[in-house]
């Protein structure tokens, strides 16, 4: 009994394998994502009431309903977006199938005519092509016909428990900000809060995608401002 305990506990661990690289980027991204969305809808949600009237308890009410409802869109929409590439790539996977068992040879010539395509000669672009397919012509034929590694699967549930814990908490810094400075500096220090926060989202977001820091910085600020800016003139024009 003991024998048989600890091979089924050697084989659950074999199981449980350890999260790949692009499967961590990916709930990274989702993260910096989410908090940036949640830094930025609630930002402007509130600065916009801000600018329509000076009662706390309705600014207050209007944050903490953008940040429901930011939550609940951002989990459902990584889970939606993620779970239609893994079904698009599942489809792509089952036609490379299909096409290695009827046209392996047509599949080799793909990628000799890919390669060749680049620059490679003839003769070089054919072994290649034949020495790839001749290994594991499935994981091969996806890679160069369709661009993806099939052995990377991507957590559609990940995501969104990423963003559902990322947006709320991206989210509670304008709406702290917003209610607890003093009514005549809390715009201008919710604007000046936010900045800040979109500029580190900003450099980490693009620090994940090996983006231009500076620019993507700048450019996640400069949107955030505007939104900031067109919510609370639209405020201002329904004061009373």
């Given at each position: 009994m003991?024998?048989?305990?600890?091979?089924?506990?050697?084989?659950?661990?074999?199981?449980?394998?350890?999260?790949?690289l692009?499967?961590?980027i990916?709930?990274?991204?989702?993260?910096?994502?989410?908090?940036?969305?949640?830094?930025?809808?609630?930002?402007?949600?509130?600065?916009?009431?801000?600018?329509?009237?000076?009662?706390?308890?309705a600014?207050?009410l209007?944050?903490?309903?953008?940040?429901?409802?930011?939550?609940?869109?951002?989990?459902?929409?990584e889970?939606?977006?993620?779970?239609?590439?893994?079904?698009?790539?599942?489809?792509?996977?089952?036609?490379?199938?299909?096409?290695?068992?009827?046209?392996?040879?047509g599949?080799?010539?793909?990628?000799?005519?890919?390669?060749?395509a680049?620059?490679?000669?003839d003769e070089?672009?054919?072994?290649?092509?034949?020495?790839?397919?001749?290994?594991?012509?499935?994981?091969?034929?996806v890679?160069?016909?369709?661009g993806?590694?099939?052995?990377?699967?991507?957590?559609?549930?990940?995501?969104?428990?990423?963003?559902?814990?990322?947006?709320?908490?991206?989210?509670?810094?304008?709406?702290?900000?917003?209610?607890?400075?003093?009514?005549?500096i809390?715009?201008?220090?919710?604007i000046?809060?936010?900045?800040?926060?979109?500029?580190?989202?900003?450099?980490?977001?693009?620090?994940?995608?090996?983006a231009n820091?500076?620019?993507a910085t700048?450019?996640?600020?400069?949107?955030?401002?505007?939104t900031?800016?067109?919510?609370?003139?639209?405020?201002?024009?329904?004061?009373?």
């Amino acid at each position: 009994m003991k024998r048989g305990k600890h091979m089924e506990s050697t084989a659950t661990k074999k199981e449980k394998k350890p999260a790949s690289l692009a499967q961590r980027i990916n709930i990274m991204r989702a993260s910096v994502m989410g908090a940036n969305d949640g830094i930025l809808s609630v930002a402007g949600i509130v600065i916009g009431v801000a600018g329509a009237t000076n009662n706390s308890h309705a600014i207050f009410l209007a944050g903490i309903a953008g940040m429901l409802a930011g939550t609940i869109s951002m989990a459902m929409g990584e889970w939606v977006s993620v779970s239609t590439q893994r079904d698009s790539e599942k489809r792509a996977i089952q036609r490379e199938s299909q096409a290695v068992d009827e046209r392996l040879a047509g599949e080799i010539n793909f990628i000799k005519q890919k390669y060749m395509a680049q620059g490679i000669s003839d003769e070089l672009s054919e072994k290649a092509a034949e020495e790839m397919m001749s290994d594991d012509p499935l994981y091969s034929g996806v890679r160069e016909r369709y661009g993806f590694d099939p052995k990377v699967k991507t957590s559609a549930i990940g995501a969104a428990m990423a963003s559902m814990i990322s947006f709320p908490t991206g989210s509670i810094l304008p709406l702290v900000a917003i209610t607890m400075f003093p009514a005549k500096i809390r715009v201008i220090a919710t604007i000046i809060s936010v900045v800040l926060a979109l500029s580190v989202t900003g450099y980490t977001a693009a620090m994940l995608g090996n983006a231009n820091r500076g620019k993507a910085t700048l450019r996640n600020v400069i949107s955030g401002v505007l939104t900031m800016l067109v919510t609370y003139a639209i405020g201002l024009m329904f004061a009373h």
